[in-house]
């Protein structure tokens, strides 16, 4: 998915902002992306160093990641999705508490907590379920770098019922593409031995490099991530807190 440590000097940086700018000028023109996207990529070189970092330290392919990235960005309207008041999906998917931000790992990284066992496929439309996930990437996301965060997959109590590979994919591209520098590491906790088919699947669709940032994790073994104070009692820690959506700021 990424390198670890990338050094990239300003000229060089400077170098793919001027590539990319000349090479997709009449996209620019042609407004294929946000006008705020293109203005972060002129003025914005932490956000060129996490394009850097994502393309494995390859300018060319930086280049056209960029372009990928917007691409997408445009076409799914994730500019919009911050706007004060109006969520780009349902409001009741909030109530089922599958993704909601609590607690720090061990370095002091912000856990974006995911509760697979509340997934049910076809329980919403696959777009408006992909865009409550882009909606709580892009809260966090600061287009650089700078305080990534931790994606916690809680398996417990799920199922093949809850297995659902178009909207894996999704995230997947998320992770792999459309957000660099968002996801520091993964941590999957207590999956049960039926979904190992389903994690081989996933696993063929992801790099080498970002299958190496997932952890799969029991009781015993999350607390090398987090401390008692920062994890959810169910998972051997401290934390009691029961989810309620009045709790997500929107």
């Known amino acids: 998915m990424e390198i670890k440590n990338p050094h990239a000097s300003e000229e060089l940086l400077l170098k793919i902002q ?25 003025q914005n070189t932490k956000w060129l160093l996490a394009f850097y970092k994502h393309a494995f330290a390859n300018p060319d392919r930086a280049v056209d990641l960029i372009d990928e990235v917007l691409t997408w960005r445009k076409e799914f309207g994730a500019n919009d999705f911050l706007t004060p008041g109006k969520l780009p999906f349902s ?43 882009a909606y709580f990437f892009e809260k ?51 999956m049960p031995f039926i979904l190992n088919a389903v ?7 992801l790099p080498a490099k970002a299958v190496e940032l997932v952890q799969f994790t029991d ?13 959810f009692t169910h998972m051997g820690g401290k934390d009691a807190y029961v989810y309620s959506s009045k709790d997500i700021d929107y």
């Open 219 to 231: 009781k015993q073994s999350i607390k090398k991530f987090i401390d008692d104070d920062n994890l």
């Open 199 to 205: 994690w081989k699947i996933i696993k063929a669709l």
């Open 140 to 190: 966090e996301y600061k287009f650089s770098l700078d305080e990534p965060i931790v994606l916690l997959f809680d398996m417990t109590d799920s199922g093949l019922s809850n297995t659902d590979l178009d909207f894996a994919k999704f995230l997947i591209s998320c992770l792999k593409t459309y957000y660099p520098g968002l996801i520091h590491y993964l941590i999957v906790f207590n």
């Open 18 to 42: 001027g590539n990319f700018l000349e090479k997709y000028e009449s996209k620019i023109n042609s407004e294929a992306y946000h006008p705020k996207d293109v203005e972060r990529i002129r």
């Open 91 to 133: 409001e009741s998917i909030l109530e089922i508490g599958a993704l909601f931000k609590r607690n720090k790992d061990k370095n002091g990284l912000t856990i974006l907590n995911f509760r697979t066992k509340t997934h049910r496929k076809g329980g919403y439309p696959h777009e408006e379920l992909c865009k409550f996930v």
